[in-house]
């Protein structure tokens, strides 16, 4: 097994073994750079495994202990209108049960012209509905701190998904697919979100995280494995 620093030396042939670029882009100009870094905090690994989905390939394995944080690092050049496709197979270890609205980060895009931080893929457990779900969110602009989490889309621990995700900068409009399929209740855009009345505004996206971050101290479990494979990311969507 090989595990990432914080300098990733892997380097282009084990980046092509783990991200997939759509036929219709490329690396450069449009898309994500292979030159990724990662970001994790103390006790957490990003670990290179053989394939557990049936699926040819290896495997991106994220370790995080209590709050910790683990991400791929890809960073975004000459996006078209700043908007982009991504796709990820994923499989959830186990999810938290406490605190009460413990909430989880998978993915989150940025730019360094803006504050906003975009959350196109993360959840939320919710007592209320004894239950993990998926949300988009958003954090640190001026709709404030938010995961607008549905009961349509709960999280579940051990199975493979498919999951895409559409940043359209054209009205602030993040979309999610799972196996393919839309779930219309998870789309925000610039007047429908999950905070403020003030409108939801992209940055200009030059980086995009994949892993994951819990951000509630002395969580239940105190540990967590997230696994990865088939990145994709490109101007065109790529499918399941």
Not at 87 to 100: E, I, N, S, Y
Not at 190 to 194: A, F, L, M, R
Not at 209 to 214: D, N, R, V
């Given at each position: 097994?090989?595990?990432?620093?914080?300098a990733?030396?892997?380097?282009l042939?084990l980046a092509?073994a783990?991200f997939?670029?759509p036929?219709?882009?490329?690396?450069?100009p449009?898309?994500a750079?292979p030159a990724?870094?990662?970001?994790?905090s103390a006790?957490?690994?990003?670990?290179?495994?053989?394939?557990?989905?049936?699926?040819?390939?290896?495997?991106?394995l994220f370790?995080?202990?209590?709050?910790?944080k683990?991400?791929?690092v890809?960073?975004?050049k000459?996006?078209p209108?700043?908007?982009?496709?991504?796709?990820?197979?994923?499989?959830?270890?186990?999810?938290?049960?406490?605190?009460?609205?413990?909430?989880w980060?998978l993915?989150?895009?940025?730019?360094?012209?803006?504050?906003?931080?975009v959350r196109?893929?993360?959840?939320?457990?919710?007592?209320?509905?004894?239950?993990?779900?998926?949300g988009?969110?958003?954090d640190?602009?001026?709709?404030?701190?938010?995961?607008?989490?549905r009961?349509?889309?709960?999280?579940?621990?051990?199975v493979?998904?498919?999951?895409?995700?559409?940043?359209?900068?054209?009205?602030?409009?993040?979309?999610?697919?799972?196996?393919?399929?839309?779930?219309?209740?998870?789309?925000?855009s610039?007047?429908?979100?999950?905070g403020?009345?003030?409108d939801?505004?992209?940055?200009?996206f030059?980086?995009l995280?994949?892993?994951?971050?819990?951000y509630q101290?002395?969580?239940?479990?105190?540990?967590?494995?997230v696994?990865?494979s088939g990145?994709?990311?490109?101007?065109?969507r790529?499918?399941?």
């Open positions: 097994m090989a595990i990432l620093r914080k990733a030396t892997a380097g042939a092509a783990l997939a670029i036929p219709t882009a490329s690396a450069s449009a898309g750079s990724w870094t990662t970001e994790t006790g957490s690994t990003i670990t290179v495994v053989p394939s557990t989905s049936g699926r040819p390939g290896k495997e991106l370790h995080t202990e209590g709050n910790g683990a991400f791929v890809l960073p975004l000459h996006l209108a700043n908007s982009l496709w991504a796709r990820v197979r994923v499989k959830l270890g186990a999810l938290p049960v406490k605190p009460d609205w413990a909430h980060t993915a989150e895009a940025s730019g360094s012209d803006s504050p906003t931080l196109p893929l993360g959840g939320q457990y919710a007592p209320t509905d004894n239950g993990n779900f998926y988009v969110g958003s640190l602009g001026p709709t404030g701190d938010w995961t607008n989490w009961t349509s889309a709960p999280a579940a621990a051990g493979w998904q498919c999951v895409e995700f559409h940043l359209d900068a054209s009205d602030n409009k993040v979309t999610v697919y799972f196996d393919g399929v839309e779930n219309p209740d998870l789309t925000v610039t007047k429908s979100h999950g403020t009345s003030d939801f505004v992209f940055p200009t030059d980086k995280k994949l892993g994951w971050q819990l101290a002395d969580p239940s479990p105190s540990s967590y494995d696994r990865m990145i994709a990311v490109g101007p065109r790529a499918g399941c």
